[in-house]
């Protein structure tokens, strides 16, 4: 696991594909730096990306305001079946079924709906798109989600609808920025598949 930043009360890593990203790489970076790490944010343990972690309880809090607020921005690079357009800005009603782990758009609103927004450009066109995604909120499977809704699921997606060959969703976490102490904090990366 690579580590990118740290200091007294922040570590920054990019958390690799099949990880569990609130036990496992909570573990690993603690194993690396020593003290408490403090998971704030989640990724999927089949994505990868850029991750921030609280080494203190101050960070901790900070970090979970600036998540509630909106002040932390991440945004993603993705990997879709088909054209999406140039760009978009899509806002979608989801609905998690947690039994099955799985989540889907619905129509209305309802108990345990909530509105996902994500806004994206297109980086490169094809019969697979790489497109850059700012998220506006955290829903669970959000991305992949409301790209498969329209008709172009994440290349290696099979639960949402992808049939190609890759075992992983194509997507990573590829910034995050925030504000910390005074100070706006940006890190970012990008995986081979998208450079």
């Not at 809090?61 to 054209?83: F, P, R, T």
Request: glycine share 8%.
């Amino acid at each position: 696991m690579q580590l990118i930043y740290s200091d007294r009360d922040l570590a920054v890593c990019i958390k690799p594909v099949g990880l569990d990203s609130e036990a496992e790489v909570s573990a690993k970076l603690k194993e690396m730096l020593g003290g408490e790490i403090f998971p704030v944010h989640r990724l999927d343990k089949n994505v990868g990306g850029v991750m921030v972690y609280a080494r203190s309880k101050f960070a901790a809090a900070a970090l979970s305001k600036s998540i509630q607020d909106g002040s932390m921005v991440k945004e993603y690079v993705a990997m879709v079946h088909g054209m999406p357009g140039e760009s978009g800005d899509w806002t979608d009603l989801l609905f998690k079924d947690s039994a099955k782990n799985k989540v889907f758009v619905v129509k209305r609103e309802r108990k345990g709906v909530k509105p996902a927004r994500l806004e994206f450009a297109c980086l490169k066109a094809g019969e697979e798109s790489l497109v850059r995604i700012r998220l506006h909120t955290g829903r669970s499977h959000q991305i992949r989600v409301q790209f498969s809704s329209r008709g172009f699921p994440l290349v290696g997606d099979h639960k949402y609808g992808s049939k190609d060959g890759k075992t992983e969703p194509m997507l990573f976490s590829c910034r995050i920025t925030f504000p910390f102490k005074g100070q706006e904090k940006c890190f970012e990366a990008l995986p081979e598949w998208a450079e």
